[in-house]
C-alpha cells in the first residue's frame, strides 16, 4: 500500500522544494527514487542522517530506495557549498569505502527482501569508469548550455567568491556528471526521482533537464532543507570533530550524548527528523517536555531512539549505563564492564596523573594515591581529613585510610577512578 510520503516528510519538516507534479506522481504506485552519498570516508556522520531517514521513509511508504554511492563523483569534487576541491580517492579505497557504508545503510533499509520495494546500492564509477571524454561530451555535454550551468547558484557562488581561487573544469562538469547519473538509473531503474539537500537542486535539476532532451521523459526532484543548530553553530560537530556512525570514529556513549545535549528547540525539531515516532506519539512528548523541561523527555527519547537505531539495544543500554556512572547511580561492578574507548569518553577532560606499575606490586596506600603520587588532593593532612570524612572512592567503592589499592583494582588492567564527593573526580593511569 502506498502512503502519502510528500505529506509524512512535511509534518515532520523535512520538504524544502518540491517539483510540480512529484506529488501526484508518487500516489500513483510504487516509484523509484535516489539519493547520493559521498564515499570519501568509511563511514557515514550525522550530517548524512537526514537523506538516510528520507529514503527510510521513502521505503516505509511503498517506494523503492536507491542508495547511490558517488564513486565517480567522489573522483571529482561537488562545489555546493564547498570553497576548496576535496582529496581524490582511488578506487579500491572508494569500494572498502562503499562496503563499510552500506552496512551502516541497512540498519535503516531493507536490502535484503524479497519485496518488489527492496533498496539498492549502486555505484556510479561502475557505469561511469567505461566512458570516454570524447564520448561524454558529445552525447552528454551538448545537451546542456554553459549558460545553463553557470546559472547555477552552487556554481555562481564558487566563481563570485572572494575566498575562492575559482573552480577547475573538473568541478564545473561535476552537475553533468551527476545529471548523468539520473538518467543512467531513469534508464536502467525506472528511477524516476532524485531527493537530496537543498543544495542540491541545481544539480539535480541538470538531470531532469538531461531526461527530458535525450530520453524525452520525465524526472522529478525533491531536496529538504539543510540542518541548522539553533544556537547557529553547525550541526553534526562536536568538539572532537564529525559525529561518526561507525562506533571506532564515535562511541555509541558519545554519540548518544551528542543528541542528550540537544537544546530543548533543537529536540524538539530533531526527534520530527531522526526517529520514526508517529505525529501522536511526538506531539505527546513535546506536551510532557513543556511540562517538566528539567526532566528533558525529549532530548532521553531521540537519543535513546537514534542511538537504537545506528547502534543496537545492547549499544544503547551501555551508553545509558555510562552516562549513570556520571550522573547517577553507579557501582563498581558498573565501572567495569565498560570497555576501554567508553570508559576514556565517559571520563575525558578529567585531571589525570600517570603512576608507576611498581607501585602496585606492593599495594598504592591511600595517602599516597590521593596526594604524594598524583597530586588529586594538595597535601597528606587534607588526603586525611577526606578519609576520615568519608568523603573518598575508588572505583565507586568508599574506602578508609587503611585501604591498600592493587592490581586488583585496576580497570581493563590500567586506570584507577578516584572520587572526593559526588562530583570530583580522578583518573589514575598505570605505566
Request: charged share 25%.
Amino acid at each position: 500500500m502506498i502512503k502519502n510520503f510528500v505529506e509524512e516528510l512535511t509534518w515532520r519538516g523535512m520538504i524544502h522544494t518540491v517539483m510540480p507534479g512529484a506529488e501526484d506522481h508518487l500516489m500513483e504506485g510504487m516509484k523509484s527514487a535516489y539519493i547520493g552519498f559521498d564515499p570519501t570516508a568509511d563511514s557515514l556522520h550525522i550530517g548524512n542522517l537526514v537523506p538516510i531517514m528520507i529514503l527510510a521513509h521513502y521505503q516505509r511508504c511503498g517506494h523503492k530506495p536507491v542508495a547511490l554511492v558517488g564513486g565517480a563523483t567522489g573522483m571529482i569534487g561537488d562545489p555546493s557549498g564547498k570553497s576548496n576541491e576535496r582529496n581524490l580517492l582511488d578506487e579500491k579505497t572508494l569500494r572498502h569505502n562503499q562496503d563499510s557504508i552500506k552496512k551502516q545503510l541497512a540498519h535503516f533499509l531493507d536490502f535484503e527482501s524479497e519485496a518488489d520495494n527492496a533498496a539498492v546500492l549502486v555505484n556510479n564509477y561502475d557505469w561511469m569508469k567505461a566512458f570516454s571524454f570524447l564520448e561524454f561530451i558529445r552525447d552528454v555535454g551538448k545537451h546542456i548550455t554553459v549558460n545553463y550551468m553557470m546559472a547555477k547558484d552552487s556554481v555562481k557562488n564558487r566563481i563570485s567568491s572572494e575566498s575562492s581561487e575559482g573552480m577547475s573544469f573538473t568541478e564545473f562538469t561535476y552537475q553533468l556528471v551527476q545529471g548523468y547519473d539520473f538518467l543512467h538509473l531513469y534508464k536502467e531503474n525506472n528511477c524516476t526521482l532524485q531527493m537530496g539537500g537543498s543544495d542540491q537542486w541545481g544539480n539535480i535539476t541538470t538531470g531532469t533537464e538531461l531526461i527530458r532532451r535525450i530520453a524525452g521523459g520525465k524526472g522529478y526532484a525533491i531536496t529538504c532543507p539543510l540542518i541548522t543548530k539553533s544556537d547557529g553553530s553547525k550541526f553534526g560537530k562536536s568538539e572532537g570533530g564529525n559525529v561518526w556512525l561507525d562506533a571506532k570514529r564515535t562511541s555509541p556513549y558519545k554519540f548518544y550524548q551528542y543528541w542528550l545535549n540537544s537544546s530543548d528547540d533543537d529536540a524538539e525539531k530533531y526527534i520530527k527528523i531522526f526517529t520514526f515516532l508517529t505525529e501522536e506519539e511526538i506531539n505527546a512528548l513535546i506536551e510532557e517536555h513543556k511540562e517538566a523541561p528539567h526532566a528533558r523527555v525529549l532530548q532521553k527519547r531521540l537519543a535513546e531512539e537514534i542511538t537504537k537505531l545506528v547502534h543496537s539495544e545492547a549499544e544503547l543500554e551501555n551508553a545509558i549505563k555510562a552516562s549513570n556512572i556520571l550522573f547517577g547511580k553507579s557501582t563498581n561492578e558498573d565501572l567495569k564492564q565498560l570497555d576501554e574507548q567508553t570508559f576514556l569518553d565517559v571520563f575525558d577532560g578529567i585531571p589525570q596523573a600517570e603512576v608507576s606499575s611498581s607501585d602496585l606490586e606492593t599495594g598504592l596506600d591511600m595517602i599516597g594515591a590521593l596526594a604524594a603520587k598524583t597530586n588529586f588532593l594538595k597535601s597528606n593532612g587534607e588526603a586525611r581529613r577526606a578519609l576520615k570524612e568519608n568523603s573518598i572512592s575508588v572505583n565507586k567503592q568508599k574506602v578508609k585510610e587503611d585501604y591498600i589499592i592493587t592490581e586488583k583494582d585496576l580497570i581493563n588492567e590500567k586506570f584507577l577512578l578516584l572520587q572526593r564527593g559526588r562530583r570530583n573526580y580522578f583518573l589514575i593511569k598505570i605505566q
